[in-house]
T-cell receptor, first 116, second 110 residues
Framework: DGGITQSPKYLFRKEGQNVTLSCEQN?????MYWYRQDPGQGLRLIYY???????QKGDIAEGYSVSREKKESFPLTVTSAQKNPTAFYLC???????????????FGPGTRLTVL | QKEVEQDPGPLSVPEGAIVSLNCTYS??????FMWYRQYSRKGPELLMY????GNKEDGRFTAQVDKSSKYISLFIRDSQPSDSATYLC??????????FGAGTILRVKS
């Protein structure tokens, strides 16, 4: 089955800790994304990567870090510098958006992070 | 002002009703328009994808884009309780980055 997996489903963090959220895809997509979802605010882009070993900040990158060492994997680290990390985190992937019929993003099931 | 505006609802309708969900946007560079459905505590799933202006139909769902008014719609015919979810509109220009609306909560009552 092709798709996007995220783990863990639920994650609890103590204040001052860094935590890493996993995202893996077997769709052979070049581009991957991390979003944060808060109630009533839709999805906000944290980081995105269009190719291995390259990534760009999104709209709310402060307090987060990423790596893209493999095409299939795009882990997100929520650092202690992120002041309000409790949220639902979504990973997505897509083929390049240059052509008319591609560039659609497909999402994983999400990770719910709670700070204790 | 947000780039994409979407009424958060909730929108409550009886089973069998026609549902109209809408988004407005301000960026005239947007060319690609999507609707996602998101059930509670799940990831969004793609429902409809349209390019530029016009209509697209898929089963009970119809997506409309009016670029002159910067307005997009999703119509659901013969709505079912299983359609109860949050509906997110999303759009982009020629790059990969999507801009999302805040989502509309839909409740279909049996």
């Amino acid at each position: 089955d092709g798709g996007i997996t995220q783990s863990p489903k639920y994650l609890f963090r103590k204040e001052g800790q860094n935590v890493t959220l996993s995202c893996e895809q077997n769709l052979n997509h070049d581009a991957m994304y991390w979003y944060r979802q808060d109630p009533g605010q839709g999805l906000r882009l944290i980081y995105y990567s269009q190719i291995v070993n390259d990534f760009q900040k999104g709209d709310i990158a402060e307090g987060y870090s990423v790596s893209r060492e493999k095409k299939e994997s795009f882990p997100l680290t929520v650092t202690s510098a992120q002041k309000n990390p409790t949220a639902f985190y979504l990973c997505a992937s897509s083929t390049p958006g240059r052509n008319r019929n591609v560039g659609v993003q497909f999402f994983g099931p999400g990770t719910r992070l709670t700070v204790l | 002002q947000k780039e994409v505006e979407q009424d958060p609802g909730p929108l409550s309708v009886p089973e069998g009703a026609i549902v109209s969900l809408n988004c407005t946007y301000s960026n005239s560079a947007f060319q690609y328009f999507m609707w996602y459905r998101q059930y509670s505590r799940k990831g969004p799933e793609l429902l409809m994808y349209t390019y530029s202006s016009g209509n697209k139909e898929d089963g009970r769902f119809t997506a409309q884009v009016d670029k002159s008014s910067k307005y997009i719609s999703l119509f659901i015919r013969d709505s079912q309780p299983s359609d109860s979810a949050t509906y997110l509109c999303a759009m982009r220009g020629y790059g990969n980055k999507l801009v999302f609306g805040a989502g509309t909560i839909l409740r279909v009552k049996s």
